[in-house]
């Protein structure tokens, strides 16, 4: 299993059933393609995103992965958590209206139109709100003063490797 490339897309959405939702996107994708889908309230940035799923590949390739699959231990490293519950209530999905980060890694095509048929393609919603992120992260305010929020998550993310 190896990283090719990694796509992120922002859209806001409806959740009627998280498994119903999960099995159309999986119903589009081809072999070796991944199509994860995040809470975007919950990314500081596309390079917290590119860095989760960097460390969860290498995660892989060393034998050290938290989890038995990669799209779960892609939320875990993206969440700097090692619990999957914890990880899924902070990235996971969530029935109702919610803003989706669609993470794309090794897909050979673009799935901007399928997935814009589920959602509604916005970038904004890709925008950090620090102080929600400040609150979910748990970060405090001597880290605040000498790094940035996405500085911190990221450091957050390399951590759960280096504390195995």
Do not use: P, W
């Not at 969860?56 to 990669?70: P, S, T, V």
């Not at 048929?117 to 000498?146: A, Q, R, T």
């Amino acid at each position: 299993m190896y990283l090719k490339n990694v796509e992120i897309l922002g859209f806001r959405g409806n959740i009627v059933s998280i498994n119903d939702t999960l099995s159309e996107v999986n119903s589009f994708k081809k072999d070796g393609e991944i199509i994860q889908l995040l809470n975007a309230d919950a990314i500081a940035s596309s390079k917290h995103i590119i860095h989760g799923v960097n460390q969860a590949f290498l995660a892989f390739q060393r034998g050290e992965n938290l989890a038995k699959d990669i799209s779960v231990e892609i939320v875990l490293r993206c969440s700097a958590q090692r619990q999957i519950s914890k990880a899924f209530e902070l990235l996971g999905l969530n029935e109702g209206q919610m803003n989706l980060c669609a993470v794309l890694i090794n897909c050979e095509s673009d799935y901007r139109d399928e997935l814009s048929s589920m959602f509604i393609y916005d970038e904004e919603v890709l925008k950090s709100n620090d102080d929600y992120m400040v609150k979910i992260f748990d970060i405090g305010d001597v880290e605040l003063s000498n790094f940035t929020v996405e500085e911190i998550i990221l450091d957050k993310i390399s951590k759960l490797t280096v504390d195995y």
